[in-house]
C-alpha cells in the first residue's frame, strides 16, 4: 500500500492515526526545514527517525521534530507498507498515538542535575512552535548561563518542570550544558635554580626503555 498526500490537506495528528497499526516507512519530503524525514514504523510503533539520511539517536528529539513538523501544518508525505528487513536499525520504541502528546513524561534519568548549568548554542536551529513560551520564559536566564536550580527560583516554576523545560530545549538544539570553568589556584614560584644535568647512564637507560617498547632491536 502507498500513501500520498500533504499536510495542507491532511493534519499530522490524523496520518499518524491512520497508521497506528501499520509497518512500514512513512516518508516526508523536504518538510522539515526543508530537509527529508524518514520514519521507520513496526506496528504502529516509531522505531527510527532520520534526517537526511541521519538517525536521530533521541526518542525526545524524535518527538520535537514530528510536533514542529505538525504545527508548521504543511509538507508532502509518502508512506510505503512493508515488512523491513532482519537487521534494520532501530533506535526506539514508542507509539505513534501519544507522538505530538506536549505533556509526554520524560523518564527522571534523562533529566538534568539541577546544578547543571546550561547556555543557549550560538546558531541555534528555528525554536519548535511547541516550545515556543519555554523558550520565551527561561532564554533571557539562559543567554548568560543557567542551572535549574537557579532557573527555578528566577521564573516560579518547580525545579522539575525546569529540568523536563531544559531536556526537551536540549533535544531541540537550544540549548546545551556549560563546561565549568576551570578556577584559578595559587601561581607556584618559578625557582630560579639551574636544572641539574641528566646523568649518561639514565639517558642510555631511557633510550633502551623506549627502543623496547617500540619493538627496536637490542642494543
Known amino acids: 500500500m502507498a500513501l500520498f498526500g500533504d499536510l ?21 519530503h523536504e518538510a522539515y526545514q526543508g530537509r527529508t524525514l524518514e520514519l ?3 506496528r504502529g510503533q516509531l522505531r527510527a527517525l532520520y534526517l537526511d539520511g541521519f538517525p536521530v539517536m533521541e526518542g525526545e528529539r524524535a518527538r520535537d521534530i514530528l510536533r514542529e513538523l505538525g504545527a508548521q501544518g504543511r509538507g508532502a ?5 512493508r515488512e523491513h528487513a532482519p537487521g534494520t536499525l532501530t533506535f526506539y520504541d514508542l507509539p505513534l498515538s501519544g507522538m505530538l502528546d506536549t505533556d509526554a513524561a520524560v523518564a527522571p534519568e534523562h533529566l538534568p542535575h539541577a546544578d547543571t548549568r546550561f547556555g543557549t548554542v550560538p546558531g541555534s536551529p528555528p525554536v519548535p512552535a511547541p516550545l515556543a513560551g519555554t523558550w520565551a520564559v ?6 548568560t548561563g543557567a542551572s535549574a536550580a537557579e532557573l527555578s527560583r528566577q ?10 523545560a531544559l531536556h526537551r530545549l536540549r533535544s531541540a538544539g537550544l540549548v546545551a550544558p556549560l563546561r ?16 641539574p644535568a641528566v646523568s649518561a647512564p ?11 617498547l617500540g ?4 642494543a
Open 8 to 28: 495542507q490537506d491532511h493534519a499530522l495528528g490524523d496520518l499518524l492515526k491512520v497508521l497506528a497499526v501499520q509497518t512500514g516507512t512513512l516518508y516526508f
Open 138 to 143: 527561561l532564554r533571557p536566564a539562559l543567554h
Open 155 to 164: 521564573v516560579g516554576w518547580s525545579e522539575d518542570d525546569v529540568r523536563a
Open 215 to 218: 619493538g627496536g632491536a637490542r
Open 180 to 195: 565549568a570553568a576551570a578556577v584559578p589556584g595559587p601561581v607556584a614560584a618559578v625557582s630560579a635554580a639551574p636544572v
Open 40 to 42: 521507520i514504523l513496526t
Open 202 to 212: 639514565l639517558v642510555q637507560r631511557l633510550l633502551g626503555a623506549l627502543r623496547r
Open 77 to 81: 508525505f509518502e508512506f510505503q507498507r
